[in-house]
């Protein structure tokens, strides 16, 4: 048996290390010092401009309030380094970490080490995984993934409550779950309802031991949710983020995020489209179909083994917390979403554990087979997908480093390549990117600065309105889609577009659309669009370096010939127009 335990163990720890050493390398090959999307967001707190207080700490960022990834965040870039590849390490050191902690934590549950438990290292360190590993900002998702899954061990390690350095460290983590974001605040309540019943067992014994460890755990449980409460203090919902009350949808969405802790290849979902194969409805009912028997399965165990009641209430618990999670995903986003992987994983992970202490031997090898079967079975196509996306991440960044190097203007490297991995709000990587040429990061050294430009105002007489009533400057959409089209007599070849305005009701969102005079019409190639997003304090100036300002910007860098702008109304807002301008290089000798 100790034979086979090694044998078993040795196997296990050559896969883990196989799969650490193929996602360290693709962080190595593919990681780029270039922000991207809520990177940005970091620039000016990471590069020491703007100060780092409690209000920022704690103010949301979208839907999220995290200031325990922001701290981290921070401090890789001040004390180890600061490139954005730093967070991609983090990334991946830290899911491989959890991944042993698990392999030791069954393997001390079940009394001996399974060949199967490669499970563990294949299903959280796989190249499903890409999109996070080589995003510094998803720390986020890593803090709240690392946490939950060190309550999930703490949970699988002993069959009752946990003794003070198991309720110490279950509880601190379930405490620090709300301050990193609303990834980490979907799992407290379940999860402070277990720490509520493991102090409830605890208190039970009536010894001064219990005593004191149910007091530790109940302390911990009530800060959870006092912190749960006070999340929502002041909060504001983002505006026009997706949203929806149907059951029907929430719950599909639920279950597609789930079935998604498999990674993108067990829906065969393809790279463009992001569209699953046509038979993804039974993958999703057969994966429902094992949460449900292993609930059914726990359930059982906690109603008829009394020694068991702490450890099997807090796999219930887990499941619940994860299906708390995944319906709030489901009220507003795509549960086929790639990046969600890293946040539904332990989902499947919760489930080994059970199938690996509860039910018949029979029934338990044959599920944990399963799970470890399918994991292998999707591991080429979940490598592929990752790889596909990590060399197009690559191939976009890394001809944005090499234009920079070469010395190519600012608004030009913006217009190439700022919509796809950059940020979609161009007066942010505009306005941050020389705060990465001062700190010297990466290629931003090389930054050039614009050239200078000239103004042509485009004069504020709309040839063309719809749906959107206008007057002396001030436009108010009647409905969604209102636009007014604005036109100069010929085309000028222009850098780029500012629009300048005020609202005075709720923020809008908006796009600006142009073309040239040769065009038919105005077409989505050639077309930006702004709403809020990203920290909160921005909403209304877009960059934090326009907080001062008494207007809100918005830059799109175009590089091409125009004669005609629109501005279309994608909300009911009322903006006041300041000024619409056309940025002309100097050396033009148009206008």
Same mark, same amino acid.
């Given at each position: 048996?100790?034979?086979?335990?090694?044998?078993?163990?040795?196997?296990?720890?050559?896969?883990?290390?196989?799969?650490?050493?193929?996602?360290?390398?693709?962080?190595?090959?593919?990681?780029?010092?270039?922000?991207?999307?809520?990177?940005?967001?970091?620039?000016?707190?990471?590069?020491?401009?703007?100060?780092?207080?409690?209000?920022?700490?704690?103010?949301?960022?979208?839907?999220?309030?995290?200031?325990?990834?922001?701290?981290?965040?921070?401090?890789?870039?001040?004390?180890?380094?600061?490139?954005?590849?730093?967070?991609?390490?983090?990334?991946? &050191?830290?899911?491989? /970490? @959890?991944? $042993? !902690?698990?392999?030791?934590?069954?393997?001390?549950?079940?009394? *001996?080490?399974?060949?199967?438990?490669?499970?563990?290292?294949?299903?959280?360190?796989?190249?499903?995984?890409?999109?996070?590993?080589?995003?510094?900002?998803?720390?986020?998702?890593?803090?709240?993934?690392?946490?939950?899954?060190?309550?999930?061990?703490?949970?699988?390690?002993?069959?009752?409550?946990?003794?003070?350095?198991?309720?110490?460290?279950?509880?601190?983590?379930?405490?620090?779950?709300?301050?990193?974001?609303?990834?980490?605040?979907?799992? &407290?309540?379940?999860? /402070? @309802?277990? $720490? !509520?019943?493991?102090?409830?067992?605890?208190?039970?014994?009536? *010894?001064?031991?219990?005593?004191?460890?149910?007091?530790?755990?109940?302390?911990?449980?009530?800060?959870?949710?006092?912190?749960?409460?006070?999340?929502?203090?002041?909060?504001?919902?983002?505006?026009?983020?997706?949203?929806?009350h149907s059951r029907r949808i929430i719950l599909q969405t639920a279950l597609q995020f789930l079935t998604m802790g498999f990674?993108?290849?067990?829906?065969?979902?393809?790279?463009?489209?992001?569209?699953?194969?046509?038979?993804?409805?039974? &993958?999703c009912a057969a994966v429902t179909g094992l949460f449900l028997l292993t609930g059914v399965t726990v359930i059982t165990a906690w109603r008829k083994q009394s020694s068991e009641?702490?450890?099997?209430?807090?796999?219930?618990?887990?499941?619940?917390?994860?299906?708390?999670?995944?319906?709030?995903?489901?009220?507003?986003?795509?549960?086929?979403?790639?990046?969600?992987?890293?946040?539904?994983?332990?989902?499947?992970?919760?489930?080994?554990?059970?199938?690996?202490?509860?039910?018949?031997?029979?029934?338990?090898?044959?599920?944990?087979?399963?799970?470890?079967?399918?994991?292998?079975? &999707?591991?080429?196509?979940?490598?592929?997908?990752?790889?596909?996306?990590?060399?197009?991440?690559?191939?976009?960044?890394?001809?944005?480093?090499?234009?920079?190097?070469?010395?190519?203007?600012?608004?030009?490297?913006?217009?190439?390549?700022?919509?796809?991995?950059?940020?979609?709000?161009?007066?942010?990587?505009?306005?941050?990117?020389?705060?990465?040429?001062?700190?010297?990061?990466?290629?931003?050294?090389?930054?050039?600065?614009?050239?200078?430009?000239?103004?042509?105002?485009?004069?504020?007489?709309?040839?063309?309105?719809?749906?959107?009533?206008?007057?002396?400057?001030?436009?108010?959409?009647?409905?969604?889609?209102?636009?007014?089209?604005?036109?100069?007599?010929?085309?000028?070849?222009?850098?780029?577009?500012?629009?300048?305005?005020?609202?005075?009701?709720?923020?809008?969102?908006?796009?600006?659309?142009?073309?040239?005079?040769?065009?038919?019409?105005?077409?989505?190639?050639?077309?930006?669009?702004?709403?809020?997003?990203?920290?909160?304090?921005?909403?209304?100036?877009?960059?934090?370096?326009?907080?001062?300002?008494?207007?809100?910007?918005?830059?799109?860098?175009?590089?091409?010939?125009?004669?005609?702008?629109?501005?279309?109304?994608?909300?009911?807002?009322?903006?006041?127009?300041?000024?619409?301008?056309?940025?002309?290089?100097?050396?033009?000798?148009?206008?």
């Amino acid at each position: 048996m100790a034979r086979r335990d090694r044998g078993a163990l040795s196997f296990v720890l050559i896969v883990w290390v196989a799969m650490l050493a193929a996602a360290l390398t693709l962080v190595a090959v593919y990681g780029s010092n270039v922000p991207s999307w809520d990177d940005w967001d970091m620039v000016p707190t990471m590069t020491g401009h703007q100060p780092v207080t409690l209000e920022w700490l704690w103010s949301q960022h979208n839907e999220h309030r995290d200031p325990m990834p922001r701290l981290l965040y921070l401090a890789m870039m001040r004390f180890v380094r600061m490139d954005f590849r730093t967070g991609m390490y983090f990334n991946v &050191v830290a899911t491989s /970490a @959890l991944a $042993l !902690g698990m392999v030791i934590a069954v393997r001390r549950a079940r009394g *001996s080490a399974s060949y199967l438990d490669a499970f563990f290292p294949i299903a959280l360190m796989n190249w499903a995984e890409a999109v996070n590993f080589l995003w510094c900002w998803e720390v986020q998702f890593y803090a709240s993934m690392l946490l939950g899954g060190i309550v999930l061990i703490v949970i699988a390690r002993n069959p009752g409550p946990p003794k003070l350095p198991g309720a110490l460290v279950a509880g601190a983590c379930v405490m620090f779950l709300p301050l990193c974001g609303a990834n980490g605040l979907g799992l &407290v309540p379940a999860l /402070a @309802l277990w $720490l !509520g019943y493991a102090a409830f067992l605890h208190w039970r014994t009536a *010894s001064p031991t219990g005593r004191r460890n149910a007091i530790v755990l109940a302390g911990f449980a009530v800060t959870a949710v006092l912190l749960v409460g006070l999340y929502f203090v002041g909060y504001n919902s983002v505006p026009y983020h997706p949203s929806t009350h149907s059951r029907r949808i929430i719950l599909q969405t639920a279950l597609q995020f789930l079935t998604m802790g498999f990674g993108p290849g067990v829906v065969g979902l393809s790279f463009e489209g992001r569209l699953p194969m046509p038979f993804w409805k039974i &993958v999703c009912a057969a994966v429902t179909g094992l949460f449900l028997l292993t609930g059914v399965t726990v359930i059982t165990a906690w109603r008829k083994q009394s020694s068991e009641s702490a450890r099997a209430a807090g796999f219930l618990l887990f499941f619940a917390a994860m299906a708390s999670l995944a319906l709030g995903l489901g009220m507003g986003r795509n549960g086929f979403e790639v990046r969600y992987v890293t946040l539904s994983v332990p989902a499947l992970c919760a489930m080994y554990f059970a199938w690996c202490i509860y039910g018949t031997p029979w029934f338990q090898g044959l599920i944990r087979t399963l799970l470890f079967a399918t994991g292998v079975v &999707v591991l080429v196509p979940n490598t592929m997908w990752g790889l596909r996306y990590a060399r197009d991440l690559r191939s976009h960044l890394g001809a944005f480093e090499a234009d920079m190097v070469a010395g190519t203007p600012p608004y030009q490297l913006i217009q190439r390549y700022g919509g796809k991995y950059l940020h979609p709000h161009q007066l942010i990587v505009t306005d941050y990117m020389p705060l990465l040429r001062d700190s010297r990061v990466g290629a931003f050294r090389y930054l050039r600065d614009n050239p200078p430009f000239r103004e042509v105002s485009i004069p504020l007489e709309p040839i063309e309105s719809r749906d959107v009533e206008f007057s002396n400057g001030v436009a108010r959409a009647i409905g969604m889609g209102g636009s007014l089209t604005f036109a100069l007599p010929a085309d000028v070849q222009v850098a780029g577009i500012r629009l300048r305005y005020t609202y005075s009701s709720s923020k809008p969102y908006l796009a600006i659309y142009w073309k040239s005079h040769n065009q038919p019409r105005f077409n989505d190639e050639s077309y930006s669009k702004y709403s809020p997003t990203g920290d909160r304090a921005n909403w209304g100036r877009i960059a934090w370096t326009r907080l001062q300002d008494d207007a809100s910007t918005v830059y799109v860098w175009v590089s091409q010939p125009v004669q005609m702008v629109r501005i279309l109304a994608m909300s009911k807002a009322t903006i006041d127009i300041r000024e619409l301008t056309l940025l002309v290089p100097a050396e033009s000798s148009q206008y």
